[in-house]
């Protein structure tokens, strides 16, 4: 009889964990297709969308705090599956990249690589699916800013499916699926669930179609890897995360530190990274076999004038003007130094020294995408310690969609420009991280603080 009442039990718990889930997935499907259904009636702006924004992070927030991310993880990992399904057939919204993603696959497959040419240069083209791609390109005057791992993907998926944006998103369930499971067997459970269903995740990739989830994945990877005591694979494929985007540049002095604390040996120290510069190569051979161009220049060009969502980075321009340029990563170097000292920062696990160093560096980029930020979202899933401050930083990134245009204030739009955002909007997102970190300090260092005090 005892054991008839705790199966009984066990399974009324399944049973409302199920309906819990259900219930969970139900409210993400309406608040997507809430936002569908008002894009396409061109009726979306970006107040309704922080408005749906709010109500799937209320959400997330219940299925986190009722620990509903514990149990049942299967059942939410096939919901999580039909989720992006449904946004892999939906329109992207306040985005148009996925534009230039689809362009660079059909100039790869013509011209044998993207870089160096400017899509302004085939103005007056009579083929219409190419007009019409061609008519939604954001800077067509720039050549092509991404790394040379994302144009094979966007030429290989031009291949097999010419012209298809729900291709070039479907695809992108391969390294998000890996790194569910790298997430998985690294942290447990509960913190993989956390990543498959954060809704900052789930609408930049599988809605807005950015390929960075693929780059995250190499990156997180060879973390996993240097801990496995496979050192030359994991700075290869670090390597080939930087051939995605450059932001884990950022992370190899730590990759460096740990190889060195598991080695001690100068030679290893100086050959197994150089197999990073191996990833690099083989990636942007392809294209150097056509064309002596990469996407450097352009890049140097973007981070050298482009400015967007700038929070920390107005704090230094109002400070050193146009120094800003030169010195806003300062902030980031200086605490990965400081990182690579125990004597400071013996307290700290190596994932918060992670997301501080992500944190101060997008916080005073003068360029802060929202999609930008996820790369630094699978080494915050650690619990209890991690640095939460850049969670927060990770939701209010989204944010940066209430420019003017996003708002419908045109009168401004055309005084001040398409993606410039409201003072008021920065100075409140900017400033707000100063409480933030505070608390994050006083709560994370509490007995030290009392001690010392």
Not at 20 to 37: P, V
Not at 64 to 79: A, I, M, N, Q, Y
Not at 238 to 263: C, Q, R, T
Not at 299 to 316: A, M, V, W
Request: charged fraction near 15%; hydrophobic fraction near 50%.
């Amino acid at each position: 009889m005892e054991f008839e009442r705790i199966q009984e039990r066990g399974n009324r718990i399944l049973n409302r964990t199920y309906l819990i889930w259900i219930l969970a997935a139900f409210a993400y499907f309406s608040i997507f297709l809430f936002w569908e259904k008002k894009n396409l009636g061109r009726s979306l702006n970006g107040s309704l969308y922080i408005f749906g924004f709010c109500g799937v992070c209320a959400v997330y927030g219940f299925l986190f705090f009722s620990k509903t991310f514990e149990t049942s993880d299967r059942f939410g990992f096939v919901l999580g599956v039909l989720l992006r399904g449904v946004l892999i057939l939906s329109t992207p919204i306040f985005e148009d990249d996925w534009a230039r993603y689809l362009w660079d696959g059909w100039i790869s497959s013509e011209k044998g690589s993207p870089y160096g040419i400017k899509p302004e240069s085939f103005f007056g083209e009579i083929d219409p699916i190419r007009t019409e791609i061609l008519s939604r390109i954001n800077h067509p005057d720039w050549p092509t800013i991404y790394g040379p791992l994302l144009e094979i993907y966007f030429y290989l998926i031009h291949l097999l499916f010419p012209w298809k944006l729900w291709a070039l998103k479907l695809f992108l369930l391969v390294p998000d699926i890996l790194l569910f499971f790298l997430i998985r067997t690294k942290y447990g459970t509960r913190s993989s669930a956390i990543y498959f269903w954060n809704p900052v995740l789930i609408k930049e990739v599988f809605l807005n179609a950015h390929p960075d989830i693929i780059g995250i994945f190499f990156l997180f990877f060879s973390f996993y890897l240097m801990e496995k005591y496979k050192f030359r694979l994991s700075f290869f494929v670090w390597g080939l995360s930087l051939a995605v985007k450059g932001f884990g540049i950022l992370l190899f002095p730590f990759l460096l530190k740990w190889h060195w604390e598991k080695n001690h040996n100068w030679k290893k120290t100086v050959i197994d990274p150089s197999l990073a510069v191996l990833g690099i190569v083989l990636a942007y051979s392809p294209f150097l076999f056509f064309s002596k161009e990469t996407d450097f220049t352009s890049l140097r060009s973007f981070i050298g004038s482009f400015t967007f969502f700038p929070l920390g980075y107005n704090i230094l321009h109002a400070t050193f003007g146009e120094l800003s340029r030169a010195i806003w990563a300062l902030p980031s170097i200086l605490s990965t130094l400081i990182f690579l000292n125990k004597r400071y920062t013996s307290d700290l696990e190596k994932e918060e020294k992670i997301g501080i160093t992500f944190f101060l560096f997008f916080y005073f980029c003068p360029v802060v995408n929202a999609w930008y930020l996820l790369w630094m979202f699978p080494f915050l899933l650690r619990f209890p310690r991690n640095f939460w401050p850049s969670w927060m930083f990770l939701f209010l990134g989204q944010f940066s969609y209430l420019n003017f245009a996003n708002l419908g204030d045109w009168r401004s739009v055309v005084e001040k420009g398409f993606y410039v955002h409201p003072d008021l909007l920065l100075l409140s997102v900017s400033f707000i991280f100063l409480p933030i970190l505070l608390i994050w300090i006083r709560v994370r260092f509490s007995s030290k603080i009392a001690n010392s005090l």
